[in-house]
């Protein structure tokens, strides 16, 4: 009986270990341009190569993924600061998301057209209703690409929750 369970264990152990196989991305397709260090947190950008935004509506709410793209990159700034360690869940991370295309190319952008972007704004924090991801239909982008190197200026706003980050710049 105990050559029995011992081979049965082995079998279900081989099954869930060859089916369930965890996908991970690979460090190299996330790109750290900039990291600074601010009193109780820091900011980051990141270049997320061949990647996309694809939105989804879930329960009412705005969610995103990133997919596989062969022509386009993602650029992602985070703001994150730890309020207060020992409260549950204390701290806010503001998140930036939007693609720009493969290659060498120039953006000049307003206001709805931020959509060709696929802009996002998202908030986490413990603040009951301020929390989400939102569309960024406010703002100007001036965004160029040439021979690998990206610059971007951009002011944006939405009215939906409070923001601490209303720009970036970078080169």
Known sequence: M????????LIV????????????????EKITLK????????????????????TLHENESLAYRLKTSTSTDVIQYVYEINMDQA????????????EIPHGDF???LTDNELQNTKMLFSRQC????????????KG????????GK?????????DKVPQETKSISFE
Do not use: H, M, W
Request: glycine share 6%; proline share 1%.
């Open 126 to 137: 413990y603040c009951r209703g301020q929390n989400g991801n939102f569309k960024i239909t």
């Open 2 to 9: 105990k050559l029995f369970l011992s081979l049965l264990f």
């Open 13 to 28: 152990s081989v099954f869930f270990s060859s089916c369930c196989t965890k996908t991970t991305t690979p460090a190299a």
């Open 87 to 98: 409260q549950y869940d204390g701290g806010l991370r503001e998140t930036l998301s939007f």
């Open 106 to 108: 120039e953006l000049n």
């Open 150 to 158: 990206v610059k971007v200026d951009l002011y944006f706003s939405q």
């Open 35 to 54: 990291t600074t260090s601010i009193e109780n947190g820091k900011k980051e950008l990141f270049l997320l190569k061949n990647k996309s935004i694809d």
């Open 140 to 147: 100007t982008l001036k965004a160029s690409g040439k021979a």
